[in-house]
C-alpha cells in the first residue's frame, strides 16, 4: 500500500516511535551525558555526552522530544533554545580537539521560536553551529529519526554523511506552516506535502542524504544491531579520508546541481 508525504509526516510525529535516547541506549555502550553550554544554562531538548560504538570513542548529540506528555513539557517538545546549540557547539569542538567523530540524532518540529530564545541569540547560534560544523575536523554523521524541521535540524546536519529513517521527514517548513503562508489555508497541509519533497525517498532523489534505512524491523534488537554496524563501517571510511573537509565542501556543492542543468541545458 502507497504511503502519502503527508501521512509519514504524522508516522515521523508518533510519539511511540524511538526516540533519541532509545538510539543512544541501544546503539552505543558508556553513555556519559554532559551539560550546558557555559554561558547560560542546560537545555533538556538537546542531549549530548560521549560514548562508545563497538569500543571506538564517539560523541553524540541528539534532539530529544520524549515519549509521555510529561516528558514533552520537560524536553520543550523537542525544540531547541539557544543554549541547546551552543552546549551542541560546545561538544563538536570538544571531539574535534580529542579527534572524537561525532554522531548526531535528529528529530525536532524546529527550534523554540519563543521570545526568550529571541532575546538570547536563536539565529546567532543555528548559524554558528551551521558555520562550525562546516569546518569541523572530524567525521560527522547525522541521521533524522523523525522530524527535520528548517534550520532547527540543519543546525546538527552539516555532515559527512546524513541519512534518514524511512519513515523520517526533513524540510525547509511544517506543512502547515506552509500552507498557511502560502494558501491561507492549513487545512491544505496534505497538498503542501507532496510538493515539499520532505520524505527520505525525496531527500535520497535530490541526494540531500546518502542512505535510507529502512523501518521494517524498528525498534527491534535487529534494527540496532544493523545501525550500529552499518555505523561503524561508515566511520572507518571517514577515518581514513585524509581530505574529510574537501569533500565536505564538494558534498554540499552539489546540492541541487543536477536539477539546474535539467532547466539550463
Known amino acids: 500500500m502507497k504511503i502519502t508525504p503527508y501521512e509519514r509526516v504524522k508516522t515521523a510525529r508518533d510519539s511511540k516511535r524511538p526516540t533519541a535516547m532509545d538510539y543512544i541506549t541501544h546503539v552505543f555502550t558508556d553513555f556519559f551525558e554532559l551539560h550546558g553550554d557555559r554561558r547560560y544554562g542546560d537545555d533538556r531538548a ?29 524536553r520543550g517538545f523537542g525544540s531547541p533554545e539557544p543554549e541547546g546549540y551552543r552546549k551542541a557547539l560546545r561538544l563538536m569542538k570538544q571531539a574535534e580537539k580529542f579527534h572524537r567523530p561525532v554522531i548526531c540524532f535528529i528529530d525536532t518540529a524546529g527550534a523554540c521560536c519563543g521570545v526568550g530564545a529571541e532575546e538570547r541569540g536563536q539565529g546567532q547560534a543555528i548559524a554558528e553551529n551551521l558555520m562550525e560544523l562546516s569546518a569541523l575536523n572530524t567525521p560527522v554523521i547525522s541521521i533524522l ?68 534505512i529502512a523501518e521494517t524491523d524498528l525498534g527491534q534488537p535487529s534494527f540496532y ?31 541541487g546541481a543536477e536539477q539546474e542543468r535539467e532547466i539550463n541545458p
Open 46 to 74: 538537546v542531549v549530548g555526552g560521549v560514548a562508545r560504538l563497538e569500543g571506538r570513542p564517539v560523541t553524540v548529540l541528539a534532539t530529544e522530544k520524549g515519549h509521555t506528555t510529561r516528558e514533552h513539557m520537560a
Open 145 to 212: 529519526i523523525g522530524e527535520g524541521g528548517s534550520g532547527g535540524a540543519l543546525a546538527l546536519a552539516v555532515a559527512d554523511r546524513v541519512w534518514m529513517l524511512e519513515n523520517a521527514v526533513y524540510s525547509v517548513i511544517s506543512p502547515e506552516g506552509c500552507a498557511s503562508i502560502l494558501w491561507k489555508d492549513a487545512k491544505k497541509a496534505e497538498e503542501m506535502a507532496a510538493n515539499l519533497k520532505l520524505t527520505a525517498k525525496d531527500a535520497l532523489t535530490l541526494s540531500v542524504i546518502e542512505h535510507m
Open 225 to 255: 544491531d544493523r545501525l550500529r554496524a552499518e555505523l561503524s563501517a561508515e566511520l572507518e571510511q571517514l577515518s581514513a579520508d585524509s581530505q574529510l573537509l574537501q569533500h565536505r565542501y564538494e558534498r554540499f556543492r552539489r546540492f
